[in-house]
Nanobody, 116 residues
């Protein structure tokens, strides 16, 4: 059974940091490109960051460049998103996604709330 389980979300003050984790099971994780998306209330889901299967290439949304780092550990079937200098506009549900050709897997999401 394919599973992507996110964790690490929570309430954080503006300027703070969080590290999100997504643990995968049930598929060949190391073959998949992985991404983090987020969806704020009333808005469409948007790409935050992506990383290739071996981790050699990473891309970021302009809104998080310089504040976010995506990484993966293929020995642990885990992808991470480190977010620093968090802003209220970063408040959203964060989802991880696995992609290989036409195979797409989504996690259930973890809530990140940035508020004082």
């Amino acid at each position: 059974q394919v599973q992507l389980v996110e964790s690490g979300g929570g309430l954080v003050q503006p300027g703070g940091s969080l590290r999100l984790s997504c643990v995968a099971s049930g598929f060949n994780f190391r073959a998949y490109a992985m991404s983090w998306y987020r969806q704020a209330p009333g808005k469409e889901r948007e790409l935050v960051a992506s990383i290739t299967s071996a981790g050699g290439s990473r891309n970021y949304a302009d809104s998080v460049k310089g504040r976010a780092t995506i990484s993966r550990d293929n020995t642990k079937n885990t992808v991470y998103l480190q977010m620093n200098s968090l802003k209220p506009e970063d408040t959203a549900v964060y989802y991880c996604k696995g992609l290989l050709g036409t195979a797409i897997y989504w996690g259930q999401g973890t809530q990140v709330t940035v508020s004082s």
